[in-house]
């Protein structure tokens, strides 16, 4: 999916635990929580990926720092990564269980530019012509304003890029024109 076969192994064996017990929901916010702490803690991060450092004692760790907030099937998938030494891989494994959820969910991920910022209502009625086109139950668009865009939108997701900004015509329009050996 991601392009990653060592997160893509690990968030699936994940997926398939929360899926089969019903905790899925509540073990991707642990990853989630989990990924942001190794991003925000350096020394953590650190000291866990440390080949150094026995797999023993990081398991004894990480096990003092996550036994109150963490459910056992989580602090048991961090110890494996840790004696795996695939602590280095979390964050993309984050992002690889985020991108199953979304696919189970039938949720679609993407972004919109836009010279100016675009109103409730503009982005509903674009979600809902992203939703037709995709057949996706739910679009979520991230937005960014993009004042280079001169007018117009850019819509992104997956492999999928809808470019109707009035910067892309006139490059296109320019283009050929150099192209015919025009006046640029």
Known sequence: ?????????????????GQ???????????????SELLR?????R???????????????VAEAILEPD????????????????????V????????????QVSDILRGE?????????????????LVRKHTGKREVA?????DPSLIAGLVIQYGDTRIDGSLKNRLDTVRHSLQSQGGLL
């Open 1 to 17: 999916m991601i392009g990653n076969p060592v997160a893509q192994a690990y968030a699936d064996a994940l997926f398939a635990i």
């Open 20 to 34: 089969e017990d019903g905790s899925f929901d509540a073990l991707q916010e642990e990853l989630r929580t989990f």
């Open 40 to 44: 925000s803690q350096d020394e953590l």
């Open 46 to 60: 650190i000291f866990l990926q440390a080949p150094g450092i026995a797999s023993k004692k990081k398991v004894e």
């Open 70 to 89: 963490f459910s056992e099937i989580f602090r048991n998938f961090v110890s494996v990564l840790i004696e795996k030494r695939r602590v280095g891989q």
């Open 91 to 102: 964050e993309m494994i984050a992002t690889v269980v985020a991108a199953l959820s979304d």
């Open 112 to 128: 919109i530019y836009s010279a100016v910022e675009l109103s409730e209502e503009k982005l509903e009625e674009i979600r809902a």
């Open 141 to 145: 668009l991230a937005t960014n304003v």
